[in-house]
């Protein structure tokens, strides 16, 4: 055997999974096909600590982003690693949002996450610039360089013992009943057991387990706000959220670096990996336009509409600036500038839904991470210990 555990992928899962082996003794060998960690969602995101108020109660999300959240913002300062502890304020427009909000604020209390709903006046108080008919606070929202800890968790991995072998792409991972071969552009090699955590790409070594669920990806591109008026938001300003949607809603966020952004979009990509509006890829294409799913998803109304909003926001950012001036109503488009993108390795169902949850599934000696989307990073810490012991179970 070359490993006790072989772990596919270098962003935030895998080498939270990586770090707790090696601590906990084991051998562990973490294959990725870039040239370092944390280059496609891990690196590509919000940075945002979601204490989740709002996630279903019961669900993987809402057992891992609570102490997750905790977690992550203790290891983030222990280590120096930036960090803006920020709060929360979600804000409703009409009677639908503030239905959505009221939702939010009884998960929340659910979820044992404090919060507290506020009056129009009150939300000035916290957030001067931003506006709504009705509000909520969560205190526990912070921001974090999420590179930065992504890269501490490998340095803590490779320092209690794990190896990182970059420029290695998986092809496929073979369960020989007592352990498993790994199949990669380099070679094959010999574990006990296997953890993809291969974030956009996960459903394609882990298809036996999920026929029945596919990645379709959607690009979240954010704009960013000019450096001098970075200051009318100081912590994270929200719509109210659609609890049918995984999305957020485009939304203000001031990041540990003090930049001010605005974003994420939620619009079709043409590529898993392709971060411009045009990129593409002719094998991920194919994958999205063969997926009976992909046809039932687009036959919700829904869907379709937010679809068309996408084009035209991701593509004009006169649209994001109206979007934003929901929330914030002084920002003007000449206040924005384009900024980065991240895509979503979001799951999409056999029947059209959108899968909701992190999903974690199990055979032979693999345990696969699957829809590993938002709040992946904030529950990292404990979710990759989780994922950590499931495997060391099967190998
Ligand atoms: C736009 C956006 C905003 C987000 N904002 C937040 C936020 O604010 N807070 C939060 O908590 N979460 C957020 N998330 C979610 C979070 O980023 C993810 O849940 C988390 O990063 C998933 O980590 P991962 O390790 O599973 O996947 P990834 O970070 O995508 O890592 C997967 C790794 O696998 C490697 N890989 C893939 N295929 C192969 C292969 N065949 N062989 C070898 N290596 C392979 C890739 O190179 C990559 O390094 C956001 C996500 C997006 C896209």
């Given at each position: 055997m070359d490993a006790d555990v072989a772990v596919v992928g270098a962003g935030a899962i895998g080498s939270s999974v990586a770090r707790w082996l090696a601590k906990d003794g084991h051998e562990v060998v973490v294959l990725d096909k870039e040239t370092g960690p944390a280059l496609h969602q891990s690196g590509r995101n919000s940075g945002v600590v979601h204490a989740g108020y709002q996630y279903e109660p019961g669900s993987t999300k809402a057992r891992f982003a609570r102490e997750g959240a905790r977690r992550l913002i203790a290891y983030c300062r222990e280590r120096d690693i930036p960090l803006r502890q920020n709060g929360l304020l979600v804000v409703a427009q009409n009677e639908t949002e503030i239905g959505y909000l009221e939702e939010a604020h009884r998960r929340s209390q659910t979820n044992g996450i404090e919060a507290r709903m506020l009056e129009p006046e009150e939300i000035q108080q916290v957030e001067p610039a931003a506006r709504g008919r009705a509000g909520l606070r969560v205190p526990a929202y912070a921001s974090f360089d999420a590179r930065a800890y992504v890269h501490s968790l490998t340095g803590e991995a490779m320092t209690a013992g794990a190896e990182f072998l970059y420029d290695t792409t998986v092809e496929a991972i073979e369960d020989t009943g007592r352990g498993v071969r790994v199949h990669t552009s380099k070679g094959t090699l010999e574990a006990g057991g296997a953890v993809n955590a291969a974030g956009l790409q996960a459903d394609r070594l882990g298809q036996d387990v999920c026929p029945d669920m596919r990645i379709v990806p959607f690009r979240g591109y954010y704009a960013e706000v000019v450096a001098d008026k970075r200051d009318m938001v100081e912590g994270h300003v929200y719509p109210a959220p659609d609890p049918e949607l995984p999305f957020l809603g485009v939304h203000l966020s001031k990041r540990a670096d003090g930049r001010l952004i605005v974003g994420p979009g939620a619009m079709l990509a043409f590529?898993?990996?392709?971060?411009?509006?045009?990129g593409a890829d002719g094998r991920d294409l194919l994958d999205t336009l063969s997926w009976p799913g992909f046809y039932r998803l687009l036959g919700d109304a829904k869907i379709r509409s937010l679809i068309g909003d996408e084009v035209h926001k991701s593509l004009s950012l006169k649209a994001m600036a109206a979007e934003a001036r929901r929330l914030v109503p002084e920002i003007e488009a000449v206040d924005l500038v384009d900024s980065y993108a991240g895509n979503r390795a979001q799951m999409v169902s056999r029947e059209g839904e959108l899968v909701m949850d992190l999903v974690v599934r199990e055979q032979g000696n693999t345990v696969h991470v699957l829809n590993a989307v938002s709040p992946g990073l904030t529950c990292s810490l404990p979710f990759g210990e989780h994922v950590a012991q499931l495997a060391l179970e099967r190998a």
């Open positions: 590529g898993r990996e392709a971060y411009s509006f045009w």
